[in-house]
């Protein structure tokens, strides 16, 4: 059964794919942001609040998009998201689109 994105979660979902295909690892939303602040911003997504970004990754891991896990950044604890296969050959489907 395919899942229904909306255009945010695809983008978003694209984005990290890309950066797993380039670095074999996942991300936290902070790293997400730094990394992808001007791509983000193309797509009028702010990048000042953290909550935007984190809610769409989110929601993609409650799809079973991406896996979560808690690991340490800067002192605290955050969620890393790495996408799964499901989601990397819904990524390259609509890149080839």
Do not use: W
Not at 69 to 94: F, G, I
């Amino acid at each position: 059964m395919e899942k229904k994105l909306t255009t945010k979660q695809l983008f978003i979902g694209g984005l990290l794919v890309k950066y797993y295909n380039e670095n074999e690892k996942g991300l936290n939303v902070y790293e997400f942001i730094k990394t992808y602040d001007n791509e983000l911003k193309s797509q009028n997504i702010d990048t000042l609040k953290i909550n935007s970004v984190n809610a769409t990754l989110a929601s993609l891991a409650s799809k079973e998009l991406v896996t979560k896990t808690k690991v340490a950044y800067n002192d605290k604890m955050v969620t890393l998201y790495t996408p799964n296969q499901e989601l990397v050959d819904l990524s390259n489907k609509v890149e080839n689109e």
